[in-house]
């Protein structure tokens, strides 16, 4: 794993520690902020469509609190 790969994760895992705090009251919004995160981390350009269906997935997960969970989904969705 590179260093770059690296610290993209560790940014990740910032960020997902600190929204999940609020995710109770706003799936879908902590939802479009993640998918936003790993966008910008990834670099990928995401059409509205797969961006919608990428929140509706996440959205979901984000009801769990599962936070290894929700990581690991980033991780494979956005390849970091």
């Given amino acids: ?3 770059d790969i690296k610290i993209k994760r560790a940014t990740l895992e910032i960020a997902l520690r ?3 705090r609020g995710a109770k009251k ?3 919004r902590t939802a479009r902020n993640l998918i936003e995160i790993g966008s910008s981390l990834s670099k990928l350009n995401l059409s ?3 961006a919608e269906k ?3 997935e996440l959205s979901e997960l984000i009801k769990t ?3 290894e969970k929700i990581m690991h ?3 494979q969705s956005f390849r970091l």
Wanted: proline share 5%; with cysteine.
């Fill in 1 to 3: 794993m590179t260093i």
């Fill in 18 to 20: 600190h929204m999940l």
């Fill in 26 to 28: 706003s799936p879908e």
């Fill in 48 to 50: 509205d469509e797969a």
């Fill in 54 to 56: 990428l929140c509706l």
């Fill in 65 to 67: 609190m599962d936070h």
């Fill in 73 to 75: 989904w980033m991780i």
